[in-house]
């Protein structure tokens, strides 16, 4: 299956080559449908071929997501219920849950991965069952295999859809039987003898939190404040915890002793050889911000810098119409590359729009704009 990308004005589509004309039943269900799930495509012919394009402004393939982050037990969860929840959607309206395109190209989640979509394809050729072990395959690879709970729900779920007969419906159950199988903390039990508040013979006394011993009737009266003290409203309590505790005579003993350190000898700095030309040398990958904003300059330090609106990007540009994860520049040997990540008001080079998934060498001079803030790659 060919794939390509196509951005146009604020709209990012994800084109395939369609292989079959639904019928005017099928037709009339995917124009009415609304499933949360579920990608449906427009149909367009173009150049005399007929077409499907799916809308995936602001969102993120699978392959993409798996990228730069690790596949634990929660996010395999949440891609694995989108799945199920696609499927029976779907035949919750009459449609076939064998159209669904399993492939990581085809399946799509916003930027924090918390909610999944699945391509719906009229007339797709195969089973959904060597679909979703094939797909499962691919996740296996990208399974944190430190996740303990991950590990187990996916080996498991992999080896359910090995036998002949598999349905999507066992996703749900075995999703279920990982949420019973958590382990619940143990509740641990403070049992106190009622026969005694003192210690006896050859028990060791209490201590305190600053480390010193109780002893004798010190200790009787702190075990039976403690024990009148639970007896409390949680107000009263509250207001007890919050009251500055008095000074034991021990502890004001201990404030008599006080320790003066000797004067620390000043230490000689010494500074290292630095060459000129390593001071005179100027930084590469330079974003010099030329719009009418309040943004900086943007740097690229590393090999690999994102740019968006979330302050924990590296390359941060505070604008309302700039995407959390907009962009994203890597640098190979000296070359800059600057790929949109499906940003929602795009990213142009030159004047020309960047499709998703494409990457474009940066030339020096040359005019980038993220959505409508303007930059110069210097």
């Known amino acids: 299956m060919e794939i390509r990308y196509i951005r146009k004005l604020m709209t990012s589509h994800m084109v395939i080559g369609q292989t079959a004309v639904p019928d005017e039943w099928e037709s009339s269900m995917i124009a009415h449908a609304s499933l949360e799930s579920v990608l449906f495509a427009e149909s367009v012919c173009e150049d005399g071929k007929s077409e499907l394009w799916y809308d995936i402004t602001g969102k993120q393939s699978l392959d993409v ?3 730069s982050r690790e596949l634990g037990y929660a996010l395999l969860c949440r891609i694995l219920m989108g799945i199920y929840d696609a499927a029976e959607g779907l035949e919750g309206i009459l449609l076939r849950a064998e159209s669904l395109l399993l492939e ?4 799509f989640g916003d930027y924090d991965a918390e909610h999944i979509w699945v391509c719906y394809c009229p007339g797709n050729t195969g089973t959904v069952d060597e679909a979703f072990l094939r797909l499962m395959e691919y996740l296996l690879t990208k399974l944190d295999h430190e996740d303990a709970r991950a590990v187990e729900l996916a080996y498991g779920i992999y080896g359910e859809a090995a036998k002949s007969g598999f349905r999507l419906g066992r ?16 509740e641990t039990e403070y049992r106190q003898e009622e026969s005694s508040d003192v210690p006896g013979e050859g028990e060791l006394p209490e201590e305190d939190t600053d480390g010193t011993q109780r002893r004798g009737l010190e200790n009787v009266i702190h075990r039976l404040w403690m024990k009148w003290q639970k007896k409390l409203p949680q107000s009263v309590r ?13 502890e004001k003993e201990k404030e008599r002793f006080v320790f003066e350190p000797e004067e620390e000898q000043p230490e000689t700095v010494t500074r290292p050889t630095v060459l000129l030309k390593e001071i005179c040398k100027k930084p590469e990958g330079i974003f010099r911000y030329e719009g009418a904003g309040q943004c900086a300059n943007l740097v690229v330090v590393d090999g690999e810098c994102l740019i968006g609106s979330d302050p924990s990007c590296g390359g941060y540009i505070p604008s309302q119409t700039v995407s959390r994860k907009h962009a994203r520049v890597t640098r190979v040997d000296d070359i800059y590359f600057l790929e949109d990540l499906n940003s929602s008001n795009g990213t142009y080079v030159g004047g020309e729009p960047l499709n998703y998934k494409t990457k474009m060498s940066l030339q020096k001079n040359e005019v980038v704009l993220f959505a409508d803030e303007k930059f110069r790659f210097i």
């Open 65 to 67: 997501l798996l990228e």
């Open 104 to 107: 990581p190209e085809c399946i």
């Open 238 to 250: 509250g207001f007890l915890e919050k009251r500055p505790r008095k000074k034991t005579q021990r």
């Open 171 to 186: 996703i749900k159950e075995e999703v279920r039987l990982s949420y019973q199988e958590e382990e619940q903390p143990e």
